[in-house]
């Protein structure tokens, strides 16, 4: 459906890059069904996909690395360790 949507709107050669694009993307950023939704979305609405803005939209955030606070222990706890044996 949204090959014939895009296909209907856009020249021929614009068509089929744009499609592979969005293919590509959908692959590529394991949003399959999450794109399937927004393109349905866009041909009910009357609209072409604006593939830069789908691209930022599903593109790969970084996470958020947590805060990690290390307490290091005073070196005579070692001293202690080693005594130990």
Known sequence: MA???ISA????????R???DLLDLA?????VAELAQVLAA???K???PDFDALREHFA???PEMPAVVVELPATA????????T
């Open 27 to 31: 692959d590529r950023a394991g949003v």
């Open 42 to 44: 866009l041909q009910a």
């Open 60 to 62: 790969p955030r970084q």
């Open 18 to 20: 744009l499609m592979v």
């Open 46 to 48: 009357g609209e072409l």
């Open 77 to 84: 706890v070692y001293d202690e360790l080693l005594g130990a």
């Open 9 to 16: 709107r856009l020249p021929e050669r614009q068509a089929c």
């Open 3 to 5: 090959w014939e949507h």
